[in-house]
């Protein structure tokens, strides 16, 4: 186990339940805030200069959106979940990164946490965590860093496209979360043209020294990705069965497509992971038959010179009495008598088709 992993894991060993204290490595000097304001005429988007700023919008008629990135800034997230009389764990949970997909239900506020994947700019699927949580007519929401996949939201907001501006925050969430989703199908996507690569090397024999190792980072990989998005079908079945006011019940519909949604990708994610199985198994296949190639050519190279061999070591004995050690064409014929069972044996083994 790594140092970085240790220092992780035990960061907040010794601190009592409620303790804020940032578990990520991604720091942001700034601390981004940004609000969408809006109801079906209008729609009011700013960017924040401090935390206090946001504390006006709890009591806005329309539907607001607060979204926070910078984990790092403790004291910030601390304020406005103070403002909006969020549990101290809940506060912890936000800033502790290393949650579990989940729902936690509380009397005036609904707290859902969920992994954003994305692929960076290497080619690797990075995971991040988001926390929303969903009050009476808003949703904050807490990132990492800088970078999501709700532009789409935005958009959808900003020119009132859909039902995003009819609706209550209970459907604002369900967007949030509906675009993270959808984005897993493109994780997805990306997973699986990576074993479609390596099928396609090994089955032409273009397999490079490294890709035993490359196969096992894969499955790493797929493993992540699983851990990320199974526990959703258990936080959709409780927003489902969870009878709040928060969220309509003509809204929890939509929240079945998420579940559709989830449940597709899980089963590919468990035909990747027997793919995954079976590339193993392909590669060491190759490997033992590219192997068998080789003991049999040393097999036939070794059946043909052992005749030659044991001609060679009898007539290279130093016995005065060997009779065709004096005849004059002896050399000829014992070179002739070489060739004609090299070929011999090579015409034998090519009748068994063993060449």
Request: charged share 30%; aromatic share 12%.
């Amino acid at each position: 186990m790594s140092k970085n992993r240790i220092k992780k894991q035990y960061k907040k060993l010794g601190k009592s339940p409620g303790s804020m204290i940032y578990t990520g490595e991604k720091s942001t000097k700034k601390l981004f805030i940004e609000v969408f304001d809006y109801n079906v005429e209008k729609c009011i988007e700013k960017e924040l200069a401090t935390i206090e700023d946001a504390f006006n919008f709890k009591l806005s008629d329309s539907v607001t959106w607060i979204n926070i990135n910078g984990l790092n800034h403790v004291e910030d997230i601390e304020k406005l979940g103070t403002h909006y009389n969020l549990h101290p764990l809940v506060l912890e949970d936000i800033v502790s990164i290393s949650q579990r997909p989940k729902i936690d239900e509380y009397d005036d506020y609904l707290f859902v946490v969920l992994k954003m994947l994305y692929i960076d700019k290497n080619d690797t699927i990075t995971s991040e965590q988001v926390s929303f949580v969903l009050g009476k007519g808003y949703v904050l929401s807490f990132q990492e860093s800088e970078g999501d996949v709700f532009d789409a939201v935005r958009e959808r907001i900003r020119q009132g496209k859909g039902r995003a501006r009819t609706l209550q925050a209970d459907y604002l969430l369900y967007i949030l979360m509906d675009a993270i989703v959808d984005h897993y199908f493109t994780i997805i996507e990306a997973l699986g043209d990576k074993i479609e690569d390596f099928e396609d090397c090994i089955f032409s024999g273009q397999v490079s020294k490294t890709i035993n190792k490359d196969i096992q980072d894969l499955k790493r990989e797929i493993l992540r990705v699983r851990r990320a998005i199974f526990p959703l079908r258990e936080v959709i079945n409780r927003i489902e069965k969870h009878e709040s006011p928060l969220i309509l019940k003509k809204t929890k519909t939509f929240y079945r497509d998420i579940y559709d949604h989830i449940i597709q990708v899980s089963e590919n994610i468990d035909i990747y992971r027997e793919m995954i199985w079976g590339l193993m198994d392909m590669y060491m296949t190759t490997i033992s038959n590219k192997m068998n190639e080789v003991m049999k050519v040393l097999t036939i190279m070794a059946s043909i010179f052992i005749p030659l061999t044991f001609i060679a070591g009898v007539y290279g004995m130093n016995f005065d009495n060997i009779p065709e050690l004096h005849y004059e064409y002896a050399y000829p014929v014992f070179w002739g008598s070489m060739v004609i069972i090299f070929l011999g044996m090579l015409y034998y083994f090519k009748r068994k088709k063993w060449l």
